[in-house]
Structure formats: structure tokens, C-alpha cells
């Protein structure tokens, strides 16, 4: 993805639903709220809106609330944020201590993931969401500095909220593949999970198993690959946020691509250096599986067999 504000062009209908018979809203990919600037120019309609906008907020307030008003994360409404926060004591809950959120070193809690059960071969409805753990991303230097101004009275809290997370990511993810492809360059395996008409979001998004180093001066980092066979291609989402941080890089199962001539098409715009292909002969004899984790532990995947 490009450095630096970018709008790209409406593709004249929902990139959700279909529907171009309404009034359609721009659509950051990444939210504002955590300084996205890449917009999806007249892409969302009302109905769609709601749905995604009701899971982000979900996110920024109750999973990252108290990191986004500790760093001043970008708002639409500033002028509401609460200057201090409230923390119960360690030992005694009922001793509170009043702390200005510019001195409070609130996390940022991230998911980490197993790999999505369709590159394990595994059923749609087989949630690996409960081996999901948390690590919380934490500003060392104004942990250091909370210490030493308020010693053992540091207290964290958040709420649970790993199946709206991981929406968000799926949303992030499919928002960046459109910045190459249409929607109907492939069917959108993601859009249902997107908009809750699927539950098991485990199926289609996982997190490396390596974190990578900061990306210094990075807010954030997307990009596109994918893998398969001349008649039958996967398309994948790189989704990394706060990158200037030691914090996962997702991959979202977006969609699939059947057909070689849709195939070689989608190629063409995503690049063959992000591709991974293999003949049909070679899938027949698992040859891809396993070769890393970017890629199925299964081959072919029995998904394509519907």
C-alpha cells in the first residue's frame, strides 16, 4: 500500500451487499481512529455501514478505549475525550486513584492466532477461536515513568472482545485487496463473516507465528499475495497495525478465484511476485502444504472441492 493519504475510485456499488440503488458512504480501510488514511471513495451503504461501524467501535472503545485516549489517537470527537482515568487499587479495589491519561501507559491488546481452518482443511463451523491468546503492547518508557510516579499502583482493564476484532481485521483485509482488485474479479470469501451472517471468524483470519520488528514511522502495513494452481487461486490480506510496534502481522482468507482466465487476470494486477503457484499435478501431490505458514498445511484445500 501506498505512503500517504490515498482515495481510490468507487466501484459504483456496495462492496458488501451489491446494492447500487442507494446512497453509498466513503470507507476508510483502516479506521480513523487509528489513523487510517487510505478511503475507499462511495463504498459502503447505510445498512453495511451500520454493521461494521457497530464492531469497530467496539474495538476502539472497549478492547483499545484507554490506549487511544493515552496516546491521543485521532477522533472525530476530541472535544469529548476524558482528560483522566480512574484505577482501582491493586489490592483494594475500593482505593481509587485519580491518574491523567498523558501519564497512564494503557495497552494496546492484540490476538494472536492459530492458522485459519480453511488452510488446515478443517470444516467452517470448527472454532479455533478458543486457542486465541493475548498480549498486551505496552510503552515501556511511560511504563518506567507511571512506576516511578505512582509505585505498585499500576491496574489495566479492557474487555473481551476477539470475535469483533477479528472482523475488523477481515474488514481491513478485504478493504485492501479492492485497492487492486473489483469485486467480482473473485467471490469474497470474507463478506459474510464480515457482516455476521458467519460466526467462526477463525476460519479465515490467523496471525503469523513470528512477529516481525518495528517498522519504524509505520502506522500501519497492507499488502496482498496468494496461492494456488493455474484453475484455482486464493487471494490473501497482510494486515499490520500499529506497526511501529513489536505487534502481529495478520492474514485474511479474502476470497478465491476459479477459471484460468480469471485467474491470470487477477495476477496481472496483484503481481506475479506476490503469487505462489503450483501445477495441478504438484497440488495432487500436496507439494504446497506446509512449506511455511504462509501458506495451507493442507493441499489441495478441501474447500475447493465445493
Known amino acids: 500500500m501506498p505512503h500517504g493519504p490515498t482515495k481510490y475510485e468507487s466501484k459504483g456499488f456496495c462492496i458488501y451487499c451489491g446494492r447500487s440503488d442507494v446512497k453509498l458512504t466513503d470507507e476508510h480501510i483502516v479506521p480513523l481512529s487509528l489513523g487510517g488514511f487510505h478511503v475507499l471513495l462511495k463504498a459502503s451503504c447505510r445498512d453495511c455501514n451500520k454493521i461494521t461501524s457497530k464492531f469497530e467501535l467496539e474495538v476502539m472503545r472497549n478492547l483499545w478505549g484507554d ?5 491521543n489517537a485521532p477522533s472525530r ?10 484505577l482501582s487499587g491493586p489490592k483494594d479495589g475500593s482505593k481509587k486513584l485519580k491518574v491523567k491519561y498523558t501519564d497512564y501507559p494503557a495497552p494496546m491488546i492484540f490476538y494472536f492466532m492459530s492458522r485459519a481452518g480453511i488452510l488446515q482443511g478443517l470444516s467452517e463451523t470448527f472454532d479455533l477461536s ?5 498480549k498486551a503492547i505496552v510503552d515501556q518508557k511511560k511504563l518506567e ?49 464480515i457482516l455476521g451472517e458467519k460466526e ?50 495478520y492474514h485474511v482468507v479474502v476470497g478465491d478465484v476459479r477459471g ?38 493442507v493441499w489441495p484445500l478441501p474447500f475447493w472441492r465445493k
Open 130 to 134: 478458543k486457542e486465541w491468546k493475548l
Open 77 to 86: 470527537r476530541k472535544n469529548r475525550r476524558k482528560s483522566h482515568i480512574i
Open 260 to 297: 484460468r482466465e480469471n485467474v491470470e487476470r487477477v495476477i496481472r494486477k496483484i503481481g506475479e511476485v506476490e503469487i505462489k503457484l503450483i501445477s495441478e499435478n504438484s497440488a495432487a501431490d500436496n507439494e504446497l502444504g506446509n512449506e511455511n505458514d504462509l501458506f495451507p498445511s
Open 67 to 71: 490506549a487511544r485516549n493515552s496516546y
Open 145 to 193: 515513568q507511571f512506576e516511578q510516579k505512582f509505585p505498585g499502583q499500576l491496574t489495566l482493564k479492557f474487555k473481551h472482545v476477539p470475535d469483533s476484532f477479528a472482523r475488523l481485521v477481515a474488514k481491513i483485509g478485504y478493504g485492501q485487496a479492492l485497492t487492486i482488485l473489483d469485486p467480482t474479479d473473485f467471490r469474497p470469501v470474507c463478506v459474510p463473516y
Open 200 to 249: 467462526n471468524l477463525s476460519f479465515i483470519v490467523r496471525a503469523q507465528t513470528e512477529v516481525p520488528p518495528p517498522n519504524e514511522g509505520m502506522g500501519y502495513v497492507l499488502g496482498n499475495f496468494g496461492f494456488g494452481t493455474p484453475e484455482n487461486l486464493m487471494i490473501m490480506s497482510s494486515v499490520r497495525l500499529l506497526a511501529n510496534n513489536h505487534t502481529p502481522n
